[in-house]
């Protein structure tokens, strides 16, 4: 019962200048077929694709300052089932990350910032059993597993990039 899960990945990219909706769809391109759905705005110069793909749904929010791209369940949770999720961690990166090297390296606009967010989960077996869970993961902080509940927590630790770019600075958010 302690494997993670992935409930969804997400990439957000901000232009260095405001952006215009490309003509050819990066959606297509991009899983070689169309979206099921395409939402375009041209006043607001934006557009939302949208569809399944692979184990779930793949959409992408163009705006003029900012590009999504949600990978995510097919099917909305289930709260009397539990967490609808797209599997394994490393499977769901699988799937998901080359799809964005890709979009990276030969579609993507110049861009002045990118995010990366994974929200994994990780069944246990009850209240007790995962705040005893968190406090193995979260030493520092004090956690009361039987006189606790609804706890979050939020931390940024900005690093040093160890890639090949002198000055690169990654902000590693972690929220728990």
């Not at 099921?36 to 003029?64: D, M």
């Not at 990039?161 to 590693?172: C, D, Q, T, V, Y």
Request: net charge neutral; charged share 25%; no cysteine.
């Amino acid at each position: 019962m302690s494997s993670w899960t992935t409930e969804y990945l997400r990439v957000t990219a901000f232009p260095f200048e405001k952006f215009e909706i490309p003509e050819v769809s990066w959606w297509t391109v991009l899983t070689a077929e169309p979206p099921e759905t395409r939402t375009l705005k041209p006043r607001e110069g934006s557009l939302i694709e949208e569809g399944r793909f692979n184990q779930g749904t793949l959409k992408l929010t163009v705006q003029p300052n900012k590009i999504d791209w949600n990978y995510h369940p097919a099917e909305p949770h289930n709260f009397t089932e539990g967490f609808s999720n797209l599997g394994a961690f490393q499977d769901a990166l699988d799937i998901f990350v080359p799809l964005m090297i890709r979009w990276l390296n030969e579609m993507s606009p110049k861009l002045a910032r990118l995010a990366v967010g994974v929200a994994l989960l990780q069944e246990v077996e009850d209240n007790k059993t995962g705040y005893e869970m968190l406090g193995r993961y979260l030493p520092s902080v004090k956690i009361d597993p039987i006189g606790s509940s609804d706890f979050f927590y939020r931390i940024n630790r900005p690093r040093k990039s160890n890639l090949a770019m002198p000055g690169l600075k990654i902000n590693r958010l972690s929220t728990w």
